[in-house]
């Protein structure tokens, strides 16, 4: 049974900063490239950052450029998202996602989703 469980979601100041984990199992965690996305109240699912299955090329969105760090233990089955200088605007639910081949910056590229994280940033 594929599983994907978010934790580290929560409420913090603007500025402030928070690491999303997920842990992966029930697939082979190292042969997936793996994301992160986000989707705030009335808006669709975005693309946040993505790492692929060796660790070795990452990418991000323009909004998470300079402030997201996305990284992997493929030993631990985890994915992670380091978030600083958090703003409002980041409000959303964090969800990651296992692609099974390249993973882009479209949903449609995963396989498997979490169930997914808030975060909350107040002003």
């Known amino acids: 049974q594929v599983q994907l469980v978010e934790s580290g979601g929560g409420l913090v100041q603007a500025g402030g900063s928070l690491t999303l984990s997920c842990v992966a199992s029930?697939?082979?965690?190292?042969?997936?490239?793996m994301g992160w996305f986000r989707q705030a109240p009335g808006k669709e699912r975005e693309f946040v950052a993505a790492?692929?299955?060796?660790?070795?090329?990452?990418s991000s969105a323009d909004v998470a450029k300079g402030r997201f760090a996305i990284s992997r233990e493929n030993a631990k089955n985890t994915v992670s998202l380091q978030m600083n200088s958090l703003k409002p605007e980041d409000t959303a639910v964090y969800y990651c996602a296992a692609s099974g081949g390249v993973a882009t910056t479209s949903p449609r590229s995963y396989n498997f989703w979490g169930q997914g994280t808030q975060v909350t940033v107040s002003s």
């Open positions: 790492i692929t299955w060796s660790g070795r090329t990452t």
């Open positions: 029930g697939f082979t965690f190292r042969r997936y490239d």
